[in-house]
Structure formats: C-alpha cells, structure tokens
C-alpha cells in the first residue's frame, strides 16, 4: 500500500476503526521519491519536445533553440541586501543570507528569445495566472538583476549564472536594465513562456493564447499547438479558467 491509497482507506474507515501502518515515514518517502521523479520526467520529456518541435521553433522565430543546464531545471538564489550597506546581509552566524528567488522546469534561448519553461501534470487555471503575472515579473527582475548586481544571485548548477550573463550582455545588451520592463505586453519582450501539460484541456491553451503562452500538449511526448487549433486531450477539466482579476 502506498501513501495514496493509505489516505483513501483512512477516508472509508468506519469511526470505531483504525489502519495501522508499518515504518509509515518510510512510507511517506517512498511516495515523495516518486514524485519527485515523476515530475522529473514530465520536465525532461517536456523540454526535449521543446528542442526539437519544429512548429514551436518557427512560433519562437525560426531559430534553433538552446537549453542550459543539459535541458535540466535550474534554481536561482537571490542574496538579501543590508539597506545600510548595500551589501550582502549576513545573520548573526555570519553567513549570507539568501533565498530561494526561481526555478525554471527549463530554460533556454535562441538568437531573438530566451524562453523560460514549465511542466505541469495537469494545466489549469491557476497555473496559466501564475506563469503569466508572478512568474514572468520574478524572471524579470532576475534578468535584470544579472546584469546590474550579479552579486546578488547564484544559480544551481553554479556556472549557469555565467553562461546566462554573458548571454545578457552580449546577446540581449542592455535589453534587460529598464526597471519597469514588466509593464511591457509580453509580445514586446524578448521572452517566451512556454507551458507543458501531462493533461491539457482545448480550454486551457486558448487562455495560454489570452495570457501570450505557448502551449505545449501531450501526443505520447509534447507537441506545440498553435492559437488558432487548440488540441482535446483525453482528460478533461470544469476549471474556467483564469480571468484577469485573477492576477
């Protein structure tokens, strides 16, 4: 028995009954280790589709596409700065202090894009809201970030904060310092977001369409579906999807 139906048989009990489970922390970490590397395998899938998908490199501008980090995720970390000194806060240990800032499911570019990717086992709503507004202003600020005060971020792996910033200024030169770039329509960046999905209703691609996401759905891998032809998948979803208030 695993985690999951652990916590439907516990629903069913009747209230004079009990379920005892042997070693349940090693339980519980054998579920989580799944999950983990189901999720991983959504984003490697998902990514590898993302290169070579040819209707998506074309929708990207029609050059090849490259992703750092072997197409693996990658986390940024963001230092907290002293308002006095302007540098690096420490804690009392004497230690930086820093935080988890964003991590991307993918990240890649091309010669006029740098696209962040997401992978989701099942699109709804909530996700399409948050890529577009809270996801999209964070790798914003991250961009920016980089090439202004690079001392204040490090990415895991550590050498793609490196590779990113040289993209940044050479590629991307001075594209990325104007500090109310997040006021800009996402069609007037040079960004793209990309979402995948496990599931992916018609219903949740043309709210990608709405939000200027591309919308990458399952056909035994994933495949890029224009606005204008959104693809049924064999699940389906009552979510009405996100509405502008939502962000």
Not at 8 to 19: D, E, V
Not at 188 to 213: D, Y
Not at 240 to 246: N, V
């Amino acid at each position: 028995m695993n985690y999951t139906d652990a916590v439907k048989t516990i629903k069913g009990l009747p209230a004079n009954q009990y379920l005892f489970l042997h070693d349940p922390i090693a339980t519980l970490a054998n579920e989580v280790h799944f999950e983990k590397n189901y999720s991983f395998g959504i984003e490697l899938q998902s990514n590898l589709a993302v290169t070579s998908d040819q209707e998506l490199r074309h929708a990207l501008g029609g050059s090849p596409l490259t992703l750092f980090n072997e197409k693996q995720p990658v986390l940024f970390w963001r230092y907290k700065k002293d308002p006095d000194t302007e540098e690096r806060q420490t804690s009392t240990a004497g230690d930086d202090i820093k935080e988890k800032f964003l991590e991307a499911d993918g990240l890649g570019v091309n010669d006029t894009k740098l696209v962040f990717i997401e992978s989701k086992a099942c699109v709804i709503g909530e996700h399409i809201c948050a890529l577009g507004s809270e996801r999209l202003c964070t790798l914003l600020i991250l961009l920016r970030g980089l090439v202004v005060e690079p001392q204040f971020y490090e990415s895991e792996p550590p050498e793609i904060k490196g590779e990113l910033i040289e993209i940044l200024n050479n590629k991307f030169a001075g594209q990325f310092t104007d500090p109310e770039l997040h006021l800009q329509p996402i069609d007037r960046l040079p960004i793209a977001l990309v979402l995948s999905g496990h599931t992916f209703t018609a219903e949740m691609q043309r709210w990608c369409h709405v939000w200027g996401i591309l919308a990458m759905v399952p056909n035994g891998g994933y495949k890029y579906t224009p606005p204008e032809s959104p693809t049924s998948t064999t699940s389906s979803s009552s979510d009405a999807g996100p509405s502008s208030s939502d962000s």
